[in-house]
């Protein structure tokens, strides 16, 4: 089995559980009668009761077996908080996008599967390029977008699911904007 139908087998029996789950009210995507957001559920009955056992278990093991004390913080933070803990300034990831589809992928990720795979898989591997492909993974965050683009072209990586060409790097903020008080 090649790794393109592998990839479809992977992605089969993902979609027949999240749709198992989906049915049986685990979890549904919320507001999804209006298209809903992507990344946002609501937990049915199930889905509720596994949430409070796995927090009843996470209690019971570090609140009154480790002696730990248990806080509730709010889920939005100001934004001066997430300036001096450095978040805002590197609180991204880069991302490629598959130029025909338009799917994105953590450029990252993508490399360092590749190099891997590579060092797992590849009986011919010379003991160069194998030292090439460790210092890679070495220097995997310090990548600037462009040295990360240069890896990417110059390892001839695509696509996993299609096999096309891929965008170079860009800057995805993984925080979102909001405000806070009377005055937004």
């Not at 749709?19 to 995507?29: D, G, S, V």
Request: some cysteine; proline content about 6%.
């Amino acid at each position: 089995m090649d790794a393109a139908q592998e990839a479809q087998k992977r992605e089969a029996f993902r979609q027949a559980v999240v749709n198992t789950l989906e049915r049986r009210l685990f979890y549904i995507p919320s507001f999804k009668i209006y298209r809903g957001v992507a990344g946002l559920y609501d937990y049915g009955p199930p889905g509720c009761a596994v949430k409070a056992n796995v927090l009843a278990f996470w209690r019971q093991h570090f609140v009154r077996e480790e002696s730990m004390l248990e806080i509730d913080c709010p889920c939005v933070t100001p934004e001066i908080v997430l300036k001096a803990s450095g978040h805002v300034e590197k609180f991204t990831d880069l991302m490629v996008k598959d130029e025909k589809t338009g799917t994105c992928y953590r450029a990252d990720h993508l490399l360092k599967d590749y190099c891997k795979d590579k060092l797992e898989k590849d009986p011919n591997l010379s003991a160069e390029k194998a030292a090439e492909l460790k210092h890679v993974l070495a220097m995997l965050d310090d990548f600037s977008p462009e040295e990360l683009g240069a890896k990417i072209k110059g390892y001839g990586i695509t696509a996993p699911d299609t096999k096309n060409t891929l965008s170079d790097p860009y800057p995805f903020n993984l925080m979102f904007q909001t405000s806070i008080g009377p005055s937004g």
